[in-house]
């Protein structure tokens, strides 16, 4: 298996519940949806599949088969948004956090694609939250 692991979701079809699509590179999802977005403020080039979450807005998860080293993740959110990595007795490990808004359409400082990564070993389970807003996952990855 190789050490750093991409998830590429453009063979998925719009509107596809992501769940356990990649299990044969030992991860499952949670409440993800694969979209193309339309709102010009989560715009991303035509043609480019996105993460978003749903049907719980703002929480994406991840659960690994086997402990995972990193985690790591171009990011678009209406608004905070962390990223934290639990070992297999649900112990939060490390988190990773965007304070604020990173739209296309608002006049945050934050670039429009902001990564989050969590890198310590033991990850069983990952979850990108946004507190009372969306996000998207423009590109993923994980290793181990």
């Not at 715009?43 to 993460?51: D, H, N, R, Y």
């Not at 965007?98 to 608002?106: E, R």
Request: aromatic share 10%.
């Amino acid at each position: 298996m190789p050490s750093c692991i991409r998830i590429v979701l453009e063979n998925l079809k719009s509107f596809e519940v992501l769940e356990h699509q990649f299990q044969h590179w030992g991860v499952t999802f949670s409440n993800a949806i694969i979209i193309e977005p339309s709102n010009p403020a989560f715009a991303v080039p035509q043609g480019i599949k996105v993460l978003m979450g749903s049907p719980q807005s703002g929480i994406i998860e991840m659960n690994f088969t086997s402990p995972v080293n990193f985690v790591s993740a171009l990011i678009r959110s209406s608004c905070r948004t962390t990223l934290s990595a639990y070992n297999q007795n649900e112990e939060l490990l490390a988190k990773d956090e965007m304070l604020t808004s990173n739209l296309l359409d608002s006049d945050s400082i934050i670039p429009s694609n902001t990564e989050l990564t969590v890198n310590v070993e033991n990850i069983h389970k990952v979850v990108f939250y946004t507190f009372d807003g969306q996000l998207i996952i423009v590109d993923l990855s994980f290793g181990f």
